[in-house]
């Protein structure tokens, strides 16, 4: 009776490890949530952008077509990790959203970060630049597209130093993207033969950036490093022209500009700044017609950051995992896994890889804002400076404090 019971406890075992089995291959349902700042500083470089390039890649995904029902919701976090917390739990628990993607505000995509973990979802993180996520905040969960403060500070900052600009002040948001970003253009200056002169920190959204700027003014520093994004960024670039800072000899260094944040100010305004991007609408024939189908469908016509290019090009690549997996198993760390194996490769960003540590590997460009003489249309603002390879474009390995690299 015993080895009859013994056998037929493991027989019913067997059967519904392979139930499980076959329902996870049958399981071809998944929920995406676009969690970004919709209305406030970074609804034009995210927001509602970061749902359309979501809705394109599953629609060019194939996966509709092949059976799968792909749903997809947006949230806006308003700034606030609070509110950014509450809405993934809403999302993991009630909804049952498998994938987040978005995020800008680093404050926020840290906390969001944790409950993915907790909630083995995932988070393909494009919107938030904190190099911590894929460091010391690393988790099994979360992939880090697109951009990361060691990515810009290595980009602009060394690049301005080694050209002369080796005196720096910065004007820094005051949350954990601007400390972030301070951080490690800092150490890119000092690496570079630079030296930082001082600093002062800015609330988010700040409409008078006047007493900053003067203190800046006042360092006497060559270079004046905005450690800010969005509506920030070009707020202090329009009061900084109108203080006439640049004009007198100092150079603002925007350490995160967007293409709509150059849209927004004109090259009249914009112009000569140097930045550090990972993507541009017209770099080639690929990023062309993402591009033009994107502004066609934007109510606003924008075209689309380097943001929007990152939840597009994470969705594709995290289509591509499920697909390798046969269905989708609902298990987050296991989908990440997947995708690390699986070598990254589309139109936008080209051919790259996913570190262990969850960051993405692909080149970047130091480009510089045409004056309006050289520009020969709309939207045709960048001219390329430098291309920084792969390799060279993002936190070394042997450097990372990611703790998923001791193991």
């Known amino acids: 009776m015993k080895t009859k019971s013994i056998a037929s406890l493991l027989l019913t075992t067997a059967l519904t490890l392979a139930a499980a089995s076959l329902a996870h291959a049958d399981d071809k349902v998944v929920k995406i ?22 809705q394109m890649a599953v629609e060019d995904s194939g996966l509709t077509g092949k059976g799968w029902k792909i749903d997809i919701i947006a949230g806006d976090h308003q700034n606030k990790p609070d509110i950014g917390v509450n809405i993934a739990r809403q999302w993991f628990d009630v909804d049952k959203v498998d994938v987040i993607v978005d995020v800008p505000n680093s404050g926020v995509a840290l906390a ?17 630049g904190t190099s911590d996520l894929t460091n010391a905040q690393c988790t099994p969960n979360t992939i880090h597209w697109t951009y990361d403060t060691y990515t810009l500070a290595h980009g602009t900052g060394s690049a301005l130093t080694k050209n002369g600009g080796d005196s720096w002040f910065f004007l820094t948001a005051d949350y954990a993207f601007g400390a972030a970003l301070e951080r490690d253009t800092t150490a890119a200056v000092q690496a570079a033969g630079g030296k ?55 150079k603002l260094a925007a350490l995160l500009l967007f293409i709509t944040d150059v849209h ?10 140097n930045f550090t991007e990972t993507f541009y609408w017209d770099m080639n024939d690929g990023t062309r017609a993402f591009a033009k189908r994107f502004q066609e469908r934007m109510k606003n016509h924008n075209m689309p950051t380097m943001v929007h290019a990152g939840v597009y090009a994470s969705l594709l690549h995290y289509f591509k995992a499920l697909e390798a997996l046969g269905g989708n198993p609902h298990d987050g760390a296991k989908i990440v896994a997947k995708m690390k194996e699986i070598p990254t490769d589309d139109a936008l960003f080209g051919k ?24 020969k249309g709309p939207w045709d603002y960048y001219k390329l400076v430098s291309t920084i390879p792969a390799d060279e474009a993002f936190t070394p390995l042997d450097k990372s404090t990611c703790p998923l690299l001791k193991k």
């Not at 927004?264 to 700044?273: D, I, K, M, R």
């Open 33 to 54: 949530g676009a969690l970004s700042d919709q209305s406030g500083l970074y609804a034009d470089l995210g927001g509602p952008g970061s749902t359309l390039a979501a």
């Open 112 to 128: 969001v970060s944790n409950i993915v973990k907790e909630k083995n979802g995932i988070l393909l993180n494009s919107g938030a």
């Open 196 to 250: 930082v002169l001082g600093g002062v920190k800015a609330p988010l959204s700040t409409a008078d950036f006047s007493s900053f700027l003067l203190q800046a003014q006042a360092s006497k520093a060559k270079i004046i490093g905005l450690a800010n994004a969005g509506a920030d960024t070009t707020n202090s670039i329009k009061q900084a022209a109108e203080f006439g800072i640049t004009s007198s000899g100092q």
């Open 264 to 273: 927004s100010l004109g090259l009249n305004t914009a112009q000569g700044l």
């Open 352 to 375: 790259g890889s996913i570190q262990p540590n969850g960051r993405t590997i692909h080149p970047a460009y130091l480009f510089e804002v045409k004056k309006p003489s050289e520009s």
